[in-house]
């Protein structure tokens, strides 16, 4: 991660390794914000959009410390990223004053220096440097990150003297949000093994069908929306009008795990004639689409409205065993990639944190007026999901319960739809 970015001698494993632990458990242990001085205009603008994707914070300098800087060169950027422009070039004394406001007035704990081929040039090269390490030596708690084009020998001396030189910009935005997430990890008291109960889990033979796997999810605590299995159109209609409307009918087969690939899925049916024109249509379409599938019938579910959809996960991994995970659901965990890991099992407390780190969190408190979810809820459901996994044993490859609906404060969290994969004996 920290190996320099475009030529120059790649650090070994264990020197980046040593520089990374050593670097985050000095200067991390709050929360990560990146200052910029540049003497370029656009590349402030590249390392700001860089910084924005990630999620990286670059706060204003405080007022008073702009209007100081405006003083030293009225024409500056004093903003974040701060600006100093080709001024200094005349004045390289000014590069100093700026590093020290940047660490002192910002406060930020990760510092980007961006000088290109300025810091390599036989005019300024040294004075430059002498007024950079100036400002690393009057300010050690920082991690101070220097982007430039220079030969291997003034790199080797930027690193001695405590710089991480990258001759991309963005990448060296990469590697600062990576540390901090290290070192925010570091900082983080020791958390004791979540005493989690395990239920008794029997899996079938073969992989289940939805109807089957929602039944073992609820069982270990992960409910379900109100459903019925139907063998026949007339059993389809008498639980829609047990449960309903408008309802949701989906093809019901262990061997058509995603069902919507083959149009196997009807929202909105409203009244009896169209669960019976509905039980047909999904009948045929399997039997064109899916002609080898084993067709049990088909599920007749509550269509409920004013959830935030969500999905949670479970996936084998080959060291850490069952890995539990949640993120926005519906098509948005594959588009956004918005998603938190962690190793089975964990409590409510583990698990809301874990659904408290995703950027889409908002959804879930209240943003822009909705109402706030069930987020304790949501979180009791994937402990319990995590639990069915530690406790399944090896035989389960995966589970994906996608959408998972997240209903207003107070009112509970159902599986829509659920898949369960397990391993051939």
């Known amino acids: 991660m920290l190996a320099a970015g475009g030529g120059g ?27 910029v001085l540049t003497i370029s205009g656009g590349a402030g603008v590249l390392i700001s959009d860089a910084a924005e ?18 003083e030293l060169v009225p024409f500056c950027g004093p903003r974040n990223p701060v600006d100093c422009t080709a001024q200094v070039a005349n004045d390289l004394s000014l590069v100093g004053r700026f590093a020290d406001s940047v660490a002192e007035d910002g406060g930020y704990s990760s510092i980007l220096a961006f000088f290109t081929q300025t810091a390599g040039s036989r005019s300024v090269g ?43 910009p963005s990448r060296a935005v990469v590697a600062l949000h990576a540390m ?84 196997g899925v009807l929202l909105d049916v409203r009244d009896a004639d169209g669960v019976r024109a509905g039980f047909a249509t999904l009948l045929a379409r399997a039997r064109e689409r899916a002609p080898g599938a084993r067709i049990e019938g088909v599920l007749v579910a509550k269509q409920i409205t004013g959830a935030v959809e969500m999905a949670l996960g479970i996936t084998r991994d080959p060291v850490f065993g069952p890995v539990a995970m949640v993120g926005l659901g519906g098509v948005f965990i594959e588009v956004l990639k918005d998603f938190a890991l962690h190793r089975c099992p964990l ?17 879930l408190d209240g943003a822009r007026g909705r109402p706030k979810a069930d987020v304790p809820a949501l979180a009791q459901a ?44």
């Open 126 to 168: 040294e004075a430059l440097h002498e007024q950079l390490t100036g400002a690393i030596a009057r300010h050690p708690d920082r991690l101070w990150v220097l982007s430039a084009i220079v030969p291997e020998e003034v790199r080797r001396r930027y690193e001695e003297d405590g710089f991480v030189i990258f001759e991309d």
């Open 347 to 363: 409590d409510p407390a583990q698990a809301e944190r874990m659904i408290r780190s995703l950027r889409g969190f908002p959804l």
């Open 382 to 425: 994937l402990s319990r999901l995590s639990a069915f996994a530690a406790a399944a044993g090896p035989r389960l490859r995966s589970v994906d319960v996608n959408p998972l609906l997240v209903l207003p404060e107070g009112q509970g969290c159902y599986a829509a739809d659920a898949v369960i994969e397990l391993a051939a004996d």
């Open 9 to 35: 001698r790649a650090r070994t494993t264990e020197e980046m390794l040593d520089i990374a632990y050593a670097a985050t458990k000095r200067i991390y242990p709050v929360r990560n914000t990146l200052g």
């Open 180 to 263: 901090g997430r290290f070192g925010e990890s570091f900082a983080r008291a020791e958390q004791a093994a979540a005493a989690v109960p395990l239920p008794t889990v029997r899996l079938p033979e073969t992989t289940p069908s939805e109807a089957v796997a929602k039944r073992l999810l609820a069982e270990a605590g992960v409910p379900a929306v109100p459903e019925h299995a139907c063998s026949d159109a007339v059993a389809a209609v008498a639980a829609a009008e047990e449960i309903g409307y408008p309802v949701v009918l989906k093809i019901l087969s262990p061997d058509i795990l995603h069902k919507s690939e083959i149009g």
């Open 53 to 70: 994707a990630l999620g990286l914070p670059m706060p204003p300098m405080p007022e008073a410390a702009q209007a100081k800087l405006r």
